[in-house]
């Protein structure tokens, strides 16, 4: 594990910190349960998607937006556990190397959600090298909120796929995001100037 | 008359084969993002996608991941269909059942039809079974294509239903249509 130095961070902090960042209508897609929890918490935006099942698909999406608009930056925001139910998209991702994705991870080693089982990567596995492995070069843990945003900086000027990994606490998501699929799906795509309210 | 024409407009375009007919009914609607878990079946289908440029035609580890591509593309406003076999849809239920259906996603599937008409893999006969009752299970539309002269007008009018009611579609190319996968010594 090469983590080990890294500062265990609060997922509602560096995704706010995130947010913050945002100014030129950036996409951001937040992973199945706490992921998103804290992102709709962090403050809604029209250019957030919000998942309510298909876990570990917040990378994918996001690719499929970072495909449909190559000149907006898309953002996917995903936990450890999802990760691990869908490591092949990482290679996806570098085979196509899309140059306006940032994927970020938030690694607290538990499925806190239902419990707080450990993942079965923790202690053992290490998802940068992984991703590294898979071809996502431009991968680094975050060893505190600054390298956190300087990282972000980085990715957003890159002409690469980045990946940013952070360790997090077990704390669950401060907010809760309103379960309308429709509806977020809806105002997303309204967001991404691909529709007009009715 | 309407389907004389739709005949007339791929005859014009030269391949009247079925794979030469999806190609060009994915074109003429548009449909240019194409994922793919590959099969034997659908490998001149992936070939000639590959080598038009008008499509973006990639290998994706899983089904689901390929599913949550186009989903976000058709968001981001660029359409997409994903290449699948029977046995990959079956890993398609959670992602169905939780992004495509419930965010009324126009998903275009093409599932290229094992376990029948000649099936050599018991494995493959036994998981075919379970794709229709899932599709009817979550009231997804799909169609069985047998007939060459039937392929153009099912795609087509698939393509632009799912499009305008915003539900995903699954069409399953029958053996009888493409000549399926047999068993080889």
């Not at chain 1, 190559?70 to 899309?98: C, H, N, W, Y």
Request: with cysteine; proline share 5%.
């Amino acid at each position: 594990m090469n983590n080990t130095n890294t500062k265990i961070m609060n997922r509602f902090d560096v995704t706010s910190r995130l947010i913050a960042k945002l100014k030129q209508g950036e996409a951001v897609i937040g992973g199945i349960g706490n992921t998103n929890f804290d992102l709709w918490a962090a403050g809604h935006r029209p250019q957030n998607f919000y998942m309510l099942g298909s876990m570990g698909l917040a990378f994918p999406i996001a690719l499929g937006v970072a495909l449909a608009q190559p000149d907006r930056r898309v953002f996917a925001l995903e936990g450890d556990g999802s990760l691990l139910m869908q490591l092949g998209a990482l290679s996806t991702i570098a085979a196509l190397k899309p140059k306006n994705l940032t994927m970020i991870v938030m690694d607290n080693g538990i499925y806190q959600i239902t419990g707080a089982q450990p993942t079965p990567a923790a202690g053992v596995a290490d998802l940068v090298a992984i991703a590294q492995g898979s071809g996502l070069t431009n991968s680094a843990w975050a060893a505190d909120e600054q390298d956190f945003e300087r990282l972000v900086d980085q990715a957003m000027s890159a002409d690469e796929p980045s990946l940013i990994a952070l360790r997090i606490d077990d704390k669950p998501g401060v907010g809760t995001t309103r379960r309308d699929p429709v509806q977020i799906r809806e105002r997303f795509m309204h967001g991404l100037g691909v529709r007009e309210p009715l | 008359m309407a389907i004389a024409e739709q005949h007339n407009s791929t005859q014009a375009s030269g391949d009247t084969s079925w794979h030469g007919i999806v190609l060009q009914t994915l074109k003429r609607n548009e449909i240019r993002l194409i994922p793919y878990v590959p099969d034997r079946v659908l490998t001149p289908l992936i070939k000639n996608l590959h080598a038009d440029a008008f499509f973006t035609t990639f290998a994706t580890a899983r089904e689901e991941e390929a599913v949550g591509i186009v989903s976000g593309a058709w968001m981001g406003g660029r359409r997409g269909a994903v290449l699948m076999q029977t046995s990959g849809f079956a890993t398609l239920a959670n992602t169905l059942a939780s992004l495509a259906v419930p965010y009324q996603i126009p998903l275009i599937m093409f599932v290229s039809e094992r376990g029948t008409l000649g099936e050599f893999n018991y494995g493959q006969s036994l998981v075919c079974r379970t794709m229709r009752p899932v599709l009817d299970s979550l009231a997804i539309e799909h169609h069985t294509i047998t007939r060459l002269d039937e392929l153009e007008f099912i795609v087509d009018r698939s393509i632009k239903q799912a499009v305008t009611t915003q539900a995903p579609v699954a069409l399953i190319l029958s053996p009888l249509l493409t000549g399926g996968k047999v068993f080889e010594k």
